[in-house]
């Protein structure tokens, strides 16, 4: 796929995903980053004539007009956004494998087996990267977001407070493209339920099953710790996403210390505290606060800071006498 994409393939393409019932809007040429808007909320002075009654982000202005499509498209070459929310998606990303993480191909089929359930045929696209987003109509009722690696290695989901690039969109990597043209399937009720279930199937708080060298006694497996963590980690998500804007690495690293200090204290997995904290960062991810790996990065270095300071828990959460 060497090919220059031009604009007119670009529009058409455009006005059949808004046709379709998806809301689109522009991204800059040749990226992944919204064209419009061009500033922060912060830095918002009301002049955008879009922004007279305030800020207006990229996913208001997702659109099914066709006139306004037609004038943004024909202004430059953009690359194609769905903002997924507002078309009622829910897509499943799998990425390729990075190292010795398996790929998101390889989750999924791992989820599969274990549902004794396929996920249905579906409109599938295939990314520059060689992945695949899987499109499903979100359930009545259901208002799903952003995952990243809650399921797995490689496996993410797009939803509310999300977007995805649409083919025939090109970047410097690759350009995407349509692998099936089912139309989108219903999202199956096991898996909704594994991105709505509070704790994965293996538990989210039971120490790692290595011996470590630290002098942190290991705390009793009990149902009081495992509340205790889930609450922490809740916490901690919710103080990501509400973070203002020039605060969020911060926050996001602060966060990051917190849960990697439970880490540290051996009640809570690192891998598994990576995920949480990634799948809230996703809601900055998307409107370009910072991107993908500068998050992992950043969650990486909270993690080590805080696994190095393990946090000593409440007593009555340890006392010999409490019941696992």
């Not at 007279?52 to 430059?76: C, F, N, V």
């Not at 010795?100 to 696209?125: M, R, Y």
């Not at 990697?260 to 409107?287: K, Y």
């Amino acid at each position: 796929m060497s090919r220059a994409t031009n604009r007119d393939e670009l529009l058409d393409a455009a006005l059949a995903y808004a046709e379709a019932g998806w809301p689109v809007f522009p991204l800059r040429p040749g990226t992944k980053r919204p064209a419009a808007p061009n500033h922060t909320a912060q830095t918002c002075d009301g002049s955008d004539h879009r922004c007279h009654d305030g800020h207006t982000g990229w996913e208001p202005r997702a659109t099914l007009d066709p006139d306004r499509i037609t004038r943004a498209w024909q202004h430059r070459p953009y690359g194609i956004g769905i903002a997924c929310g507002p078309a009622r998606l829910l897509v499943v990303d799998l990425d390729t494998a990075k190292g010795d993480q398996p790929s998101g191909a390889d989750t999924l089929a791992d989820l599969e087996h274990q549902a004794e359930e396929a996920l249905p045929a579906t409109w599938t696209v295939g990314t520059p990267s060689g992945g695949r987003h899987l499109y499903y109509r979100q359930p009545d009722g259901s208002l799903l977001g952003n995952t990243a690696g809650r399921l797995g290695p490689g496996l993410d989901t797009r939803g509310t407070g999300g977007f995805v690039v649409a083919p025939p969109t090109r970047l410097r990597a690759g350009e995407y493209w349509l692998v099936d043209d089912h139309p989108p399937a219903p999202l199956p009720d096991w898996f909704r339920q594994l991105l709505t279930s509070p704790t994965r199937p293996t538990s989210e708080v039971e120490p790692p099953a290595a011996t470590t060298d630290r002098t942190v006694p290991p705390p009793l497996r009990c149902e009081r710790v495992r509340r205790y963590v889930a609450q922490a980690i809740a916490g901690e998500q919710l103080r990501i996403t509400t973070a203002p804007e020039g605060r969020r690495n911060h926050t996001l690293f602060c966060a990051s210390v917190a849960l990697g200090q439970l880490v540290g204290a051996r009640v809570l997995d690192e891998d598994l505290a990576e995920q949480r904290l990634l799948s809230a960062a996703q809601t900055h991810v998307a409107v370009g606060a910072y991107s993908h790996t500068q998050a992992r990065q950043t969650i990486a270095s909270g993690l080590r800071t805080g696994t190095g300071e393990p946090r000593l828990l409440p007593s009555h959460l340890i006392t010999t006498g409490a019941h696992a």
